[in-house]
């Protein structure tokens, strides 16, 4: 079983950066696709960004350009830098561990808010 637990939430005025952490409870660097996933009030559930095992990356057209993820296989940890954070960017975040359609495990969640 896999745990992932996310921090580095919080409070940020428009325009300012925050770093999210995922770390996980075991090995995920062979196995798992690591992603990112939000939930703003009101609204679904949505992909923010995914980085598979070999290191490529992909991003939701509303965050590209601004925000990074990345993995150290390593220490198990997965990580979103986020710049140039708007008020739209604010929701709960969810770090996500998927192995095909086999398994997927997913954080508690860490919100993150933007506002002046």
């Known amino acids: 079983q896999v745990q992932l637990v996310e921090s580095g939430g919080g409070l940020v005025q428009p325009g300012g950066s925050l770093r999210l952490s995922c770390a996980a409870s075991?090995?995920?660097?062979?196995?798992?696709?690591m992603g990112w996933y939000r939930q703003a009030p009101g609204k679904e559930r949505e992909l923010v960004a995914v980085?598979?095992?070999?290191?490529?990356?992909n991003y939701a057209d509303s965050v590209k350009g601004r925000f990074t993820i990345s993995r150290d296989n390593a220490e198990n940890t997965v990580s979103l830098q986020m710049n140039s954070l708007k008020p739209e960017d604010t929701a709960v975040y969810y770090c996500n561990a998927a192995w095909g359609t086999l398994e997927s495990h997913w954080g508690q969640g860490t919100q993150v808010t933007v506002s002046s």
């Open positions: 980085i598979t095992t070999n290191g490529n990356r």
């Open positions: 075991r090995s995920i660097f062979s196995r798992y696709a």
